[in-house]
């Protein structure tokens, strides 16, 4: 095969005029070769050797999947994937990992520092699913950090709508003992209804009203810039490789218990790795607006329902009983964090309460509900058939009979026969 200084001098030759026989005849090399050379590129493309398959190979989703969530301790993932049957060495995955270190060592960023009581950062995390009263759910987590002293609250919950995001923060403002000045968080549809082609963000009315309550200013970071709340992105990535990893549960309360133990024992009493100290030992000069001067902001769930014929209001599967002076009408339906279902008038007047149900297709009646209405089946009358009495026609007097003359059979045939 010739080398690329030969079929250079090749095409060069043809290029200054030469024929193909006389080009032949001065290389050497047959006429077949020399045409072939300058058909073709100078260079052609070599075909991709064909890779050898890697005993990590089969690991790699994984790995990516673990460096993608802030994991790049080479000796962790390894000692991992062993676990899931990789037969390896270390050395393959250090290999593996080595690339995505220097890629993310080489982005270069900013570091923003507030000062004691300026900022929280907020934000939730997507942990797979968990069985909770009886149906297969999403899992979050909602993560709450403090900008100066890096304190965090971390609580799961099943959901993310505007009610659990309110008592969330609510949650983490008791544990943390207070309000900052301001709240940093991503542009979500509980927060941000939306952005003017000004940049002007279109805030939810609620999350306002709620951030008026507690005397904080809302901020949503620009699209597309997640970085700017990295204190609580990080945190998320801690919770993920220390709290996370390996644990066991039974369910969404024994998750949430030993998250609180988890954050008293070890996230908020270590040696943070950029301030140099301990969270909670920064906490006390964090300068937080107290909230313990206030009852809670509302978070009931409020949805409306038409009361059936037979009182009662259906919420999420369930039936519930009314008093019978609102069958047929509508009225307000409120749920509490504290799982107690209401019932409303639209002017705000308490008919109801009821302790919210677990699970499906069940009845929750009270009897008082029912007081004064006939329980038994009302049909309305409806007309049926009525037997009238025949008359006695016996008494009554009849009129003689007509006298009728009788003739014989053969004057009728002498009348056909005398028809023309």
Same mark, same amino acid.
């Given at each position: 095969?010739?080398?690329?200084?030969?079929?250079?001098?090749?095409?060069?030759?043809?290029?200054?005029?030469?024929?193909?026989?006389?080009?032949?005849?001065?290389?050497?090399h047959a006429r077949k070769t020399v045409r072939k050379v300058i058909d073709e590129p100078l260079q052609p493309e070599r075909k991709p050797r064909r890779s050898k398959r890697r005993k990590i190979d089969p690991y790699v989703p994984y790995l990516e &999947?673990?460096?993608?969530?802030?994991?790049?301790? %080479?000796?962790?993932?390894? &000692?991992?994937?062993?676990?899931?049957?990789?037969?390896?060495?270390?050395?393959?995955?250090?290999s593996f990992v080595q690339p995505h270190?220097?890629?993310r060592q080489s982005q270069a960023t900013v570091r923003f520092e507030t000062e004691p009581g300026q900022q929280t950062q907020v934000d939730w995390g997507h942990f797979g699913c968990i069985k909770h009263q009886g149906k297969r759910r999403r899992l979050y987590a909602f993560v709450m950090t403090l900008g100066w002293s890096r304190a965090m609250y971390l609580e799961f919950t099943v959901s993310t709508n505007i009610t659990w995001w309110l008592r969330c923060h609510i949650h983490g403002f008791h544990y943390l003992g207070g309000v900052t000045q301001e709240i940093l968080h991503d542009n979500l549809k509980t927060a941000v209804v939306g952005?003017?082609?000004?940049?002007?963000?279109?805030?939810? *009315?609620?999350?306002?009203?709620?951030?008026?309550?507690?005397?904080?200013?809302?901020? %949503?970071?620009r699209p597309y810039r997640a970085q700017t709340k990295g204190k609580v992105e990080s945190g998320i990535r801690y919770v993920r490789g220390n709290f996370w990893l390996g644990l066991q549960y039974s369910d969404l309360v024994d998750l949430n218990g030993q998250a609180l133990a988890w954050l008293n024992t070890i996230a908020n009493v270590r040696i943070h790795g950029t301030t140099g100290e301990v969270p909670f030992e920064r906490l006390p000069n964090e300068r937080l607006t107290p909230i313990h001067n206030k009852p809670d902001y509302d978070t009931s769930l409020v949805t409306?329902?038409?009361?059936?014929r037979d009182c009662l209001i259906s919420y &999420?599967?369930?039936?519930?009983?009314?008093?019978?002076?609102? %069958?047929?009408?509508?009225?307000?339906?409120?749920?509490?964090?504290?799982?107690?279902?209401?019932?409303?008038?639209?002017?705000?007047?308490?008919?109801?309460?009821?302790?919210?149900?677990?699970?499906?297709?069940?009845?929750?009646?009270?009897?008082?509900?029912?007081?004064?209405?006939?329980?038994?089946?009302?049909?309305?009358?409806?007309?049926?058939?009525?037997?009238?009495?025949?008359?006695?026609?016996?008494?009554?007097?009849? *009129?003689?009979?007509?006298?009728?003359?009788?003739?014989?059979?053969? %004057?009728? &045939?002498?009348?056909?026969?005398?028809?023309?």
């Open positions: 095969m010739l080398d690329v200084e030969e079929r250079f001098v090749i095409r060069d030759l043809y290029r200054q005029g030469l024929s193909i026989s006389e080009i032949a005849r001065r290389t050497g &999947q673990r460096i993608d969530a802030g994991v790049l301790n %080479a000796r962790k993932l390894y &000692q991992e994937i062993r676990e899931l049957g990789y037969p390896g060495k270390e050395s393959q995955v250090r270190r220097e890629r952005r003017a082609r000004d940049g002007m963000v279109r805030w939810n *009315p609620r999350y306002l009203d709620f951030a008026d309550y507690y005397g904080f200013t809302p901020r %949503a970071c409306y329902r038409l009361c059936s &999420q599967g369930n039936l519930y009983s009314v008093p019978s002076d609102y %069958a047929r009408k509508r009225v307000m339906v409120r749920v509490s964090e504290g799982a107690e279902l209401s019932v409303l008038t639209l002017d705000g007047e308490i008919i109801a309460r009821h302790h919210l149900a677990v699970g499906s297709n069940q009845r929750i009646v009270v009897a008082e509900h029912y007081q004064g209405l006939h329980m038994g089946t009302r049909s309305r009358a409806r007309p049926g058939a009525v037997q009238v009495p025949v008359a006695d026609l016996s008494a009554v007097p009849w *009129p003689d009979a007509p006298v009728v003359e009788a003739r014989p059979l053969t %004057a009728y &045939q002498d009348l056909l026969e005398m028809s023309p």
